[in-house]
């Protein structure tokens, strides 16, 4: 794709060539070669299932219609555009367009038989419900790139321990792989999710009641033909709809594909603090600028340009799940216009994994710093001391060892003094000598 400074959007300028996978399913071009694509089943179809009255169809013929349909290009796509703009409807373009060439290749005798017993909204169904599977899956490769590196660093780094935090004071601590490992884990029930969602369509005519395939079939059951059909496409027929496909699996796709986003977008936050704080160290790229003045500066800004995309993917996201399952009585044309954005929340979606892969692999841990943390706050082995203490039926552990830490410097000499003077079995006793902030972990290196 060309990059035009003249873009009105990033997805068609900035960003165009982090996302030239996602443009492609879901560009204009796509949709229109989808419903190409599905008029032309359609008619070979209606020619092979023998509807009312249909005629026979040739084996030559049938490779005469096939190859048009796979010679779809960029002209057809033109011409077809071209169409649309005088008849101001998308879909009856594609059928004119079809008509069109079948005058000038001697298959005029078919041409009744376009678009036999559909209304438009047939035809889009299937065609965003192709498009969304598509989108949804590329999307996916996306996102599991990222979930592997997030694995990759939580074997990684499972055994460095370091200071946790809750509500952002010092706390038990914990071992960097594992706090990477709740990510993974959090990620991969999404994906999964995720794919599960079926896409939808219909197939049932201008109001949903199969009235026309009712007509050119009447001792055949439309609603067999319609998913017959339909099933060719390996997309699940919604059998009773209005005269659109209420695209309430959109919805799902867009909730689910939000919750994905705000699992990374936990991951940025947390990894910008853990940068802001020392925890982890930004490898510098080379020619890279981290700021127009301050020539020392290596900014988090992959994940801050994430937060940024996930933002706005999930603002539509949003809009997409609330508006598109309503719909005035039979229908309304304000789904039209919303469905065709859909493809901007995926785009602005991988851009966000892309620039999250992207900032881990710049991070490394700053062992120095984390060491430093836990070497200063032995007050967090309190937790261990009053447990050990409660088990050895001391009265008031947890009360004794908020007088020796709360707000107070705890040392390790303070912290050794203390639990030389507990009257605890020598077992207990000599666990707790043993123990430093640096080993207290649980089993935190250990959780897969």
């Known amino acids: 794709m060309k990059n035009s400074i003249n873009n009105l959007s990033p997805l068609d300028g900035r960003y165009s060539n982090k996302i030239s996978e996602i443009t492609q ?6 949709l229109i070669q989808k419903r190409f694509i599905i008029e032309i089943e359609w008619l070979l179809f209606v020619l092979n299932e023998s509807f009312y009255k249909t005629i026979k169809i040739s084996k030559t013929d049938v490779k005469k219609i096939n190859k048009f349909k796979n010679d779809f290009d960029q002209s057809y796509a033109r011409k077809i555009k071209s169409i649309e703009n005088k008849t101001n409807h ?18 005029e005798k078919f041409i009744p038989y376009v678009h036999l017993g559909l209304t438009s909204e047939d035809v889009n169904s299937l065609s965003y419900a192709l498009m969304i599977r598509e989108i949804k899956d590329e999307t996916i490769i996306s996102i599991n790139a990222l979930n592997k590196q997030i694995k990759s660093l939580a074997s990684k780094y499972k055994k460095i321990s370091f200071l946790a935090r809750t509500h952002g004071q010092p706390a038990s ?6 706090e990477i490992l709740v990510f993974n884990k959090r990620l991969q029930r999404q994906i999964d999710q995720l794919k599960s969602i079926n896409p939808m369509a219909k197939w049932g005519g201008a109001t949903g009641n199969y009235h026309t395939i009712l ?32 695209h309430d699996w959109i919805a799902e796709t867009c909730h689910a594909l939000i919750r994905v986003n705000n699992i990374v977008n936990d991951l940025n936050n947390d990894m910008w ?4 704080n020392d925890i982890f160290i930004l490898k510098p790229i080379k020619n890279e600028v981290g700021s127009s003045t301050m020539p020392h500066k290596v900014n988090p800004i992959d994940f801050e340009n994430s937060e940024g995309n996930i933002g706005l993917a999930n603002s539509m996201l949003n809009f997409f799940a609330e508006k598109l399952p309503i719909s005035r009585m039979q229908r309304d044309l304000s789904d039209s216009t919303t469905l065709r954005n859909i493809g901007a929340a995926f785009g602005y979606s991988v851009i966000s994994y892309k620039s999250t892969l992207k900032g881990l692999n710049k991070i490394t841990p700053n062992n120095n710093k984390i060491n430093e943390e836990l070497d200063n706050n032995w007050a967090v082995l309190s937790e261990a001391v009053q447990t050990i203490m409660r088990l050895e039926n001391i009265e008031n552990a947890y009360e004794q060892l908020k007088n020796l830490t709360r707000g107070k410097n705890l040392n390790q000499e303070k912290y050794l003094e203390f639990i030389d003077g507990l009257d605890i079995s020598p077992k207990n006793k000599q666990y707790l000598i ?4 640096r080993n207290y972990i649980g089993i935190a290196a250990k959780l897969k």
Do not use: C, W
């Open 273 to 276: 603090m853990y940068i802001a």
């Open 434 to 437: 043993k123990l430093t902030p």
């Open 173 to 178: 601590p914990s071992s960097l792989g594992k």
């Open 215 to 246: 007509l050119a079939n009447q001792k055949r059951d439309p609603v067999n033909i319609a998913t017959k059909f339909i099933k060719k496409f390996k997309v699940k027929h919604n059998v009773v709809t209005t005269q659109i496909e209420p």
């Open 25 to 30: 399913l879901f560009n204009e071009k796509a």
């Open 90 to 107: 998308d879909v009856k373009a594609v059928e004119y367009f079809i008509n069109d060439h079948f005058k000038k290749n001697r298959l």
